[in-house]
């Protein structure tokens, strides 16, 4: 069964500091991967996809995240956050792209 | 502003209640999603729907069911209500379903139910 796993719950960092969010996945077959985030109150927004091709993918606002099949892994990377990244942030896989599993989420906090 | 719509915003009710959470996607979406959201189950994938016909499960309760109507609008009904459905629900759309995983999902801001 197709699961994902976001290891680090909370995560601060210092503003203009770089950001690495991480994500395992397991799935039996090439999984489409996904990143979103989500504000407070608010609904989740998607910042980057991978379905093949390119495994570094570049996202909204700067995100990037790179698609490493012997990890199974998709972290999510920033080299400079800014005060507004902070939010929760979730990793997601799908089939088909039908089902969508996802991470419990990250929550970030930016420090001035 | 994603363009996808949900009613009502905030709902409270009791336990054994039944509730209907409505949906409108974005204008052209003819795929609708179903998330809940709670803090100890995280983001679950519910159900889909594309052009009124059901296309996949998930860990949808049998104490739930949705439909999409003609107009592409979708309702989620949650009957018998207990505690452990307070929670967020979420409605997505899409184009299509992602086969082949083409285009993306669009969430709306949510439905936060309540049953005390």
């Known amino acids: 069964a197709q699961s994902v796993t976001q290891p680090d719950i909370h995560i601060t960092v210092s503003e203009g500091a770089s950001l690495e969010l991480r994500c395992n996945y397991s799935y039996g077959a090439t999984p489409y991967l996904f990143w979103y985030v989500q504000s407070p109150g608010q609904g989740l927004q998607l910042l980057l996809k991978?379905?093949?091709?390119?495994?570094l993918v570049q996202g909204i606002k700067g995100f990037e995240a790179e698609f490493k099949r012997s990890q199974s892994s998709f972290n999510l990377r920033k080299p400079s956050v800014h005060w507004s990244d902070a939010a929760e942030y979730f990793c997601?896989?799908?089939?088909?792209?039908?089902?969508?599993?996802f991470g419990t989420g990250t929550s970030l906090t930016v420090i001035p | 502003d994603s363009g996808v719509t949900q009613t009502p915003k905030h709902l409270i009710t009791a336990t054994g209640q039944r509730v209907t959470l409505r949906c409108s996607p974005r204008?052209?979406?003819?795929?609708v999603y179903w998330y809940q959201q709670s803090l100890d189950q995280g983001l679950q994938f519910l159900i889909q729907y594309y052009n009124g016909e059901e296309r996949a499960k998930g860990n949808i309760l049998e104490r739930f069911s949705a439909q999409q109507f003609p107009d592409l609008h979708s309702e989620l009904n949650l009957s018998s209500l207990e505690l452990g459905d307070s929670a967020l629900y979420f409605c997505?759309?899409?184009?299509?379903?992602?086969?082949?995983?083409?285009?993306?999902?669009?969430f709306g801001p949510g439905t936060r139910l309540t049953v005390l």
């Open positions: 997601a896989v799908s089939n088909t792209g039908n089902q969508f599993y």
């Open positions: 991978y379905f093949s091709g390119d495994t």
């Open positions: 204008s052209g979406d003819l795929s």
């Open positions: 997505a759309s899409s184009v299509a379903p992602l086969a082949g995983g083409q285009g993306e999902q669009f």
